[in-house]
């Protein structure tokens, strides 16, 4: 399944988004496994300066991929941040990186 979720951080004081894979099983999926793990594993892609968090599911097999492996993947939309703690290029604490570590990945 894909899902595009939008979100307001408290962290960042703004509205963002990420797009978030899941696995779904079934009998008739080509290339699944058929076991069923206990966890699933999650895999984070974070895109470049000039993308957004679409730009694995518009330009590589990353849906396949994670479908074939039973993946979740989750890609998180950062704007021009960096992955950095900066507004406007002056650092401030916390911000974007603090986002990823401890409010998407928690």
């Known amino acids: 399944a894909r899902m595009r979720v939008d979100f307001y951080s408290e962290t960042l004081g703004l ?13 008739g999926q080509i290339g699944a496994r058929s076991a069923v793990l206990a ?7 974070l895109h470049g300066l000039t993308d957004d968090d679409t730009i ?8 396949r991929y994670a ?7 989750v ?11 900066e507004v406007d290029g002056l650092l401030i ?3 974007w990186s603090s986002t990823l570590c401890i409010g998407i990945w928690s």
């Open 15 to 27: 509205a963002t988004s990420m797009t978030v894979l899941l696995p779904h099983r079934t009998a």
């Open 39 to 45: 966890e699933t594993p999650v895999l984070y892609l």
């Open 56 to 63: 694995w599911t518009r330009h590589t097999s990353i849906e």
């Open 67 to 73: 479908a074939e492996r039973g993946l979740a993947v």
């Open 75 to 85: 890609m998180p939309q950062v704007h021009h941040s960096f992955y950095a703690d």
């Open 93 to 95: 604490e916390p911000s």
